[in-house]
Nanobody
């Protein structure tokens, strides 16, 4: 059974940092794109960041560019999101996602991804 399990969320003050992890099990994702999405209360889920299989191409939402860094360790089958200079508007449940095969669907699109984690809460206080 394939699982993606996020961890590292929590409560932090504005300007602080958190590092999210997403541990995959049940199959390797070393040949697949992976991504982070988030959903704030009362809002639709939105794209945060994505990374290609080798980790040398990354993509970011404009709202997090320069503050967040996505990375991966294929040997550990784990995805990361380093979040710095956090703002109250970053408060959301953060989800990791992975695709299962080659796809032409844009990396910022939810429909590209076949596997999803259960989410981890990030709360940024002002």
């Amino acid at each position: 059974q394939v699982q993606l399990v996020e961890s590292g969320g929590g409560l932090v003050q504005a300007g602080g940092s958190l590092r999210l992890s997403c541990a995959a099990s049940g199959r390797t994702f070393s040949n697949n794109y992976m991504a982070w999405f988030r959903q704030a209360p009362g809002k639709e889920q939105e794209f945060v960041a994505a990374i290609n299989s080798r980790g040398d191409n990354t993509y970011y939402a404009d709202s997090v560019k320069g503050r967040f860094t996505i990375s991966r360790d294929n040997a550990k089958n784990t995805l990361y999101l380093q979040m710095n200079s956090l703002k109250p508007e970053d408060t959301a449940v953060y989800y990791c996602a992975a695709d299962a095969r080659f796809s032409l669907v844009p990396v910022r699109t939810q429909g590209r991804y076949d596997y999803w984690g259960q989410g981890t809460q990030v709360t940024v206080s002002s």
